[in-house]
């Protein structure tokens, strides 16, 4: 059964394997970009199994004019087994009054499926476009 907590310490030993294992070269690229992220992160929680380290959600923002969901990832073997959708919902029930919750995610049907599944909606179909410079 996976639990989720709410994590204050990182230890990059648990944390990169799950980077690495989404394909996420960035972080695991620069692994001292990520410590830096995660301790100065609005809320980072975990999904464990047992006390293996299965998901992640980090988030970003002030917590009442906007919260951005910085990164959600969960194991693949452990994917689409309620995992993401159960870190999602902590999310937004954490921050029940905020204005502004928004993502920049992958632009794929699945991925849009699963975040239309839970309320949200493309930047253009609320008369917005976001810009972002990398």
């Known amino acids: 059964m996976t639990t989720l907590r709410e994590m204050t310490e990182f230890d990059l030993r648990e944390i990169l ?3 690495a294992a989404v394909g996420w070269p960035n972080y695991t690229a ?3 970009m990520l410590e830096k992220a995660l301790h100065h992160s ?14 992640l959600l980090r988030a970003v923002g002030d917590g009442f004019s906007v ?3 910085q990164d959600i990832l969960v ?3 452990y994917q689409r087994q309620g995992i993401g959708r159960a870190l999602m919902h902590a999310l937004m029930e954490n921050y029940p009054e905020v204005y502004q919750m928004e993502l920049f995610t992958d632009d794929t049907p699945k991925t849009a ?3 239309e599944s839970l309320g949200f909606t493309l930047d253009s179909n609320a008369g917005c476009r976001g810009f972002m410079k990398v």
């Open 30 to 32: 620069r692994p001292e």
């Open 75 to 77: 194991l693949p073997e």
């Open 17 to 19: 394997p799950l980077y």
């Open 113 to 115: 499926a699963f975040y």
């Open 42 to 55: 609005l809320w980072v929680l975990g999904a464990y199994d047992g006390g293996k380290l299965v998901g």
């Open 67 to 69: 919260v951005l969901l």
